[in-house]
């Protein structure tokens, strides 16, 4: 089991940036798929971006493609999202997520952070 803690949410005009981060606790990060998951008022949570053990390979939401990147610091246990251009429709709680297994799907993340609000105003 790893704790987890996101940070660096706020409100930012649409075409703004920000750089959420999600800080694990614990020695194993490295042996933990990360993910980002966003749930918007009144929706499902989402799939944003999902990073391997090593930081070998990323995968995206098409909705951010181009926009947000995913990276990791093993060193520092510490993962981040990078968010540019932000659209109005980008607002929601991010959060992050711990699985053994690699992939996309809410159901294989068992360890999530408590959420960081992105509002993204006009």
């Known amino acids: 089991q790893v704790q987890l803690v996101e940070s660096g949410g706020g409100l930012v005009q649409a075409g703004g940036s920000l750089r959420l981060s999600c800080a694990a606790s614990?020695?194993?990060?490295?042996?933990?798929?990360m993910g980002w998951f966003r749930q918007a008022p009144g929706k499902e949570r989402e799939f944003v971006a999902a990073?391997?053990?090593?930081?070998?390979?990323?995968d995206s939401a098409d909705s951010v493609k181009g926009r947000f990147t995913i990276s990791r610091d093993n060193a520092k246990n510490t993962v981040y999202l990078q968010m540019n251009s932000l659209k109005l429709e980008d607002t929601a709680v991010y959060y992050c997520?711990?699985?053994?297994?690699?992939?996309?799907?809410?159901?294989?993340?068992?360890?999530w952070g408590q959420g960081t609000q992105v509002t993204v105003s006009s």
């Open positions: 997520a711990a699985s053994i297994t690699y992939g996309s799907s809410i159901s294989r993340y068992q360890d």
């Open positions: 614990g020695r194993t990060f490295g042996s933990y798929v």
């Open positions: 990073i391997s053990w090593s930081g070998g390979r990323t």
